[in-house]
């Protein structure tokens, strides 16, 4: 069974016009799961129409805590098989069950218990998005004078088969629910960006080995960017977000196993 978390910030308009990113209606062996944290009776009413799951309890949490919410509420209600798959998918992020079923199909065949696909930033899938990274460092400020981010990108055009990556964007990242439970899932100390990072880091110690990436299974994800304005509040967010996982990197966890 796949279970998908999507978490609504006033996304009505959004996922109703993409039709919950692809996936509503009932596909058997998947079921959406949607945490409204701006209820909207309009996106309540067309999930019920939909065969989607809706619930706008516990409003105002960060994406961490929102997808730990959402998971707990599928174990306690219909369950978790170790097998299942829990994605964690921005409203923004448009795909088909096809494609996620493949994704389950490479998983089993590799083993995998986090992995990723080739995220695009257009329906002609003709921009890549940078959605798998490497771990940022003391060096990552450095850095980003010359890579223009915190967050140092691989080049997609040397990752062309499926490969371990050190980090995966939240956007989408689909684990083994077996494995979300074993992390006790994201750090809901972090309320908005890292926690993605800081999760494949922790998976990364424990497994010694990354994210799975799938560069030949392809989604569309439309992301906003809000960090990039300096003086915004996903700005602030953003920076002290960095700083929080490094201190843990460095201070709490240890280092990285390299090489995986």
């Excluded at 309009?42 to 997808?67: E, I, M």
């Excluded at 003709?126 to 915190?150: C, G, H, K, Q």
């Excluded at 992390?183 to 799975?212: A, N, P």
């Excluded at 509040?233 to 709490?252: E, G, T």
Aim: aromatic share 14%; net charge neutral; glycine share 6%.
């Amino acid at each position: 069974m796949i279970h998908v978390a999507i978490i609504s910030h006033g996304h009505e308009d959004l996922l109703i016009s993409t039709g919950i990113g692809g996936l509503q209606d009932t596909t058997e062996g998947i079921h959406v799961w949607i945490k409204d944290n701006r209820p909207s009776a309009r996106l309540k009413a067309y999930c019920q129409q939909h065969a989607v799951s809706y619930t706008d309890a516990s409003p105002g949490l960060g994406f961490g805590a929102n997808n730990n919410f959402l998971f707990e509420t599928i174990q306690n209600g219909v369950g978790f098989g170790d097998d299942d798959l829990f994605i964690v998918m921005n409203p923004d992020v448009a795909t088909t069950p096809d494609t996620l079923f493949t994704l389950l199909e490479r998983m089993n065949k590799d083993r995998a218990l986090i992995a990723t696909l080739n995220l695009y930033r257009d329906s002609a899938c003709t921009e890549t998005d940078a959605n798998i990274r490497l771990f940022p460092d003391f060096l990552s400020p450095v850095r980003m004078l010359w890579v223009r981010s915190l967050t140092e990108a691989y080049d997609k055009r040397v990752v062309n088969r499926p490969a371990w990556c050190e980090w995966a964007s939240g956007a989408f990242l689909a684990f083994r629910a077996c494995h979300y439970r074993a992390l006790q899932g994201f750090d809901d100390r972090y309320f908005m960006y890292f926690e993605d990072v800081d999760l494949c880091y922790r998976s990364f110690l424990q497994t010694g080995k990354g994210v799975r990436y799938y560069p030949d299974i392809a989604a569309v994800h439309l992301a906003a960017r809000k960090n990039r304005n300096i003086a915004s509040m996903h700005a602030n967010w953003f920076i002290r977000s960095f700083l929080k996982f490094l201190f843990r990197k460095y201070f709490v966890y240890g280092a990285p196993r390299h090489g995986s």
